[in-house]
């Protein structure tokens, strides 16, 4: 028997949005039963580095069973294929062609043992926050004045998604950057995802998830630090920022939540865009009015109906068509790579992902967080918080949606640093790395002392 951890949590992006379009939407780990059999073993430390046994902080390691390993290529070898989509382009779904050759990839090719190796040669831990075990990445620079970091991936992502990032971060000097640019770096697993706990009880939306990481953040001695996130960790950084915990000195965000009142409400009416948009707003605006229309399908599901969703836990390659089909932007991205076409992520790079998703059993667990913020909501996704610490913002060309300078500029007053890409989708830290890394590099400069 192996032993797995459990939790829920996710996106407030469209509560409303079944109705009103993009105004709303957005423990310890019980063992598996001993007969199912994608288990997984997980090996933790006893040493406590916590100032008293509630606030232990165990060291982690995860290792996959071979049987698990097994049973993935089996089912991947079973699937039941529909038969192809009746049009020649991805508005019916993910292609059928995209996903067979993911699934020979997977089957025949793809190697977990190799990011399960990337991950426990990092400094892993686990250490319980109001009452769930959170699983975090913490690797210190060398630097003694480095800035403290902490780092939130979203839906459908994971730690998988920051792991190009954290050398170049903690160790700017060996990639183009300066002593001065050091950070240390926490990427925690969001409640649900990952090797964190999965919650046995409503609740944990994104500002109860901050109040978390600001805990974890004190737990581990830091008195300074800077908090970065985009999609669902976005939610939680900015929560973050809205609740200012003791030290925290501002926050970047790559999925910023700018859309104003106005637009928002034309956009959940139907309505035509405002005439005086400039160039960059219509853009955003056109970007935000086809996701709210074709994009929203996963996002009404799991907002809804999360534990329906058994299917995406049977099967892998149900699993990994429903991650993939995230926005149209990013889907495109990826089936060019299983095209044979070269940029921005992996094949490898999507399936480290997906089958960290699978062999966690996090699929239902991790869709929950849709659910959990639409029964405790905080507002829209992309609706301005109204946050009054410094801001960065950097706007990727095939977000969701590229917000405009105007619009960051009256969401967040203390914008310290924007920035706007020609380039890059929704996983600006696993497809843009360097992009990135200098984006945190400058955009927390500022704020140094």
Not at 39 to 64: E, L, W
Not at 195 to 209: D, H, Q, V
Request: no cysteine; net charge negative; glycine share 8%.
């Amino acid at each position: 028997m192996s032993n797995v951890l459990e939790s829920p949590t996710r996106r407030d992006l469209l509560a409303a949005s079944t109705a009103a379009g993009m105004v709303g939407l957005f423990s310890r780990h019980p063992a598996v039963a001993a007969d199912e059999p994608s288990n997984q073993t997980t090996k933790q430390g006893d040493s406590s580095m916590g100032s008293s046994a509630g606030n232990a902080v165990r060291p982690f390691q995860f290792r996959a069973s071979d049987d698990a390993l097994v049973d993935l290529r089996r089912r991947i070898a079973a699937t039941r294929w529909p038969e192809r989509e009746t049009v020649t382009d991805t508005s019916q779904g993910v292609q059928l062609a995209t996903m067979q050759e993911l699934a020979r990839y997977w089957a025949t090719d793809h190697d977990w043992r190799k990011v399960e190796a990337r991950l426990n040669a990092l400094p892993q831990f686990i250490t319980e926050i109001d009452g769930l075990d959170i699983h975090f990445i913490h690797v210190r620079s060398k630097d003694e004045n480095a800035l403290p970091m902490i780092v939130t991936h979203g839906w459908p992502g994971s730690i998988i998604e920051q792991l190009k990032i954290i050398e170049p971060l903690t160790n700017p000097t060996a990639h183009g950057g300066s002593a001065s640019d050091a950070f240390d770096v926490v990427i925690p697993s969001l409640p649900g995802y990952g090797f964190s706990g999965k919650p046995t009880a409503p609740g944990w939306n994104p500002p109860r998830i901050a109040r978390a990481w600001a805990t974890l953040m004190q737990r581990l001695g830091y008195t300074r630090y800077v908090a970065q996130g985009g999609d669902w960790g976005n939610a939680v950084t900015e929560n973050m920022a809205l609740q200012q915990p003791t030290g925290l000195l501002g926050i970047h965000t790559n999925m910023a939540a700018t859309v104003p009142a106005n637009i928002s409400k034309a956009l959940a009416r139907g309505e035509a865009p405002p005439a005086d948009l400039t160039p960059d707003e219509r853009r955003a605006w056109d970007q935000l009015d086809f996701f709210n229309k074709e994009g929203l399908g996963y996002a009404i599901e799991m907002n809804n109906r999360p534990q329906t969703l058994y299917g995406i836990v049977d099967s892998p390659v149900g699993l990994a068509a429903w991650m993939i089909d995230h926005d149209a932007r990013s889907q495109e991205m990826i089936a060019r790579v299983f095209d044979g076409k070269t940029g921005g992520l992996t094949k490898d790079d999507v399936l480290d992902n997906v089958t960290l998703y699978w062999l966690t059993n996090t699929a239902i667990s991790s869709a929950r967080l849709y659910w959990d913020n639409a029964h405790h909501p905080t507002g829209g996704f992309f609706d301005p918080r109204g946050i009054k610490i410094p801001v960065a913002v950097s706007a990727f060309a095939d977000e969701i949606y590229q917000a405009p300078r105007s619009w960051a500029e009256k969401a967040y007053p203390e914008l310290i640093h924007y920035n706007k890409f020609d380039k890059g989708t929704h996983f600006a830290a696993w497809e843009q790395p360097q992009l990135f890394v200098e984006e945190m590099r400058v955009s927390f400069r500022p704020l140094r002392i």
